[in-house]
């Protein structure tokens, strides 16, 4: 019979990790934890279940290609929402959707990965799948509604092309008006832990690539000296995770106040920073059509291979279309036209020939 162990990986390296053991059906044969001063564990295949707050997910429109190609797409339209440079992210990929929808995308820290996997192997195990706690939860069957779930100290939540896992005394203003369906029945969380496991919406490993070399000393003296975790890497790194995303919530509620300071009018379950950042980016351009296509060629003019294919203007705005050599000469191009108080926005970008195409709207800063 082909078994599977699920691991919960804590949100501290000195805490257990809940453990359960199942059969090729989802039945739960065993529950536990797994503990560093235990007995070897016996070989299976192993699924991690890993803190969503530290992982990203989006769904996107995705061109078709090879995965590396696709992840590589996924984390250029994703970088205005990452606060790292994409070498040292992965961007892990849902299964091809039908057509008409959009994909599943899990972004996280490759440093991060390998701490869950450095943890698990202090236990004695490796992973075969890792999974964030908040794509464990369905999606509920009304628009309006946010299921909910607690895993360890945070509150995951699935809606409908929304995952994700925060703190509780934040689920109601992430819910913003929303009915939160909240699991919280053991046997129905085991229930749905052991259907992730059977059938994985995603894998982080999927896309780690190249495995990032760190040092592992910390986690073998964790094996032998309990107080050796409080210098862990796990730790050290969740620590900082939990830094970065107090950060980054703290950047949300001012953008939100500043955003609804600028357009007074926005709905309020409207996402603010979604509305005024659309509105901004339709106005016209400081100085007409006439300035916007004087800023636009002197930003192409300033970066090596660029080239303005088309330009027009009329009643939805100033658009162009542009060639140039890598994703990020795209970045230098709004940069540029920043420096002339306008927008550069990439309303969709396409792989031609080794070049990259895309077509943008220019607009107000």
Not at 60 to 72: I, W
Not at 158 to 185: C, H, N, T, Y
Not at 214 to 224: E, I, L, S, Y
Request: glycine share 8%; charged share 20%; aromatic share 2%.
């Amino acid at each position: 019979m082909s078994r599977i162990r699920l691991i919960l990986i804590p949100p501290s390296a000195a805490l257990p990790a809940s453990c359960l053991t199942l059969d090729a059906q989802g039945n739960v044969l065993t529950r536990g934890v797994v503990e560093l001063d235990g007995q070897p564990p016996e070989p299976m295949r192993t699924v991690a279940v890993v803190p969503g707050a530290d992982v990203l997910i989006r769904w996107l429109d995705l061109l078709t290609g090879s995965p590396a190609q696709v992840a590589a797409a996924a984390l250029h339209g994703l970088r205005d929402d990452l606060a790292a440079p994409a070498d040292r992210l992965s961007a892990a990929l849902g299964p091809v959707p039908a057509p008409g929808e959009r994909r599943l995308v899990a972004v996280a820290s490759r440093s991060l990965l390998q701490a869950w996997g450095d943890y698990l192997s202090s236990l004695g195990l490796k992973a075969d799948v890792m999974i964030p706690d908040s794509l464990i939860l369905p999606e509920p069957a009304e628009e309006g509604a946010l299921s909910a779930a607690v895993f360890g100290a945070d509150l995951a939540l699935r809606g409908r092309e929304l995952a994700l896992s925060v703190q509780p005394d934040l689920a109601e203003a992430v819910a913003a008006g929303r009915v939160l369906e909240r699991i919280g029945r053991a046997d129905e969380i085991e229930r749905l832990l052991a259907s992730a496991a059977l059938n994985p919406p995603i894998n982080l490993l999927a896309g780690a690539g190249r495995r990032v070399e760190a040092d592992r000393r910390g986690w073998k003296r964790a094996a032998a000296l309990a107080a050796a975790l409080a210098v862990s890497p796990l730790i050290l790194t969740l620590a900082s995770a939990g830094h970065d995303e107090w950060r980054a919530r703290n950047a949300e509620h001012r953008a939100e106040a500043a955003a609804r300071g600028a357009f007074p009018d926005i709905e309020a379950k409207a996402d603010a920073v979604v509305e005024a950042t659309r509105r901004l980016a339709k106005a016209p351009p400081p100085g007409g059509a006439t300035a916007a296509a004087a800023a636009l060629f002197a930003a192409v003019e300033s970066v090596e291979g660029a080239e303005l294919d088309s330009l027009t203007a009329g009643d939805d705005g100033v658009r162009a279309t542009v060639t140039y050599a890598a994703y990020q000469d795209l970045d230098a191009l709004q940069q540029a036209m920043a420096g002339h108080g306008m927008s550069l926005t990439d309303e969709s970008t396409v792989d031609d020939q080794g070049k990259v195409v895309s077509e943008v709207r220019v607009g107000g800063a």
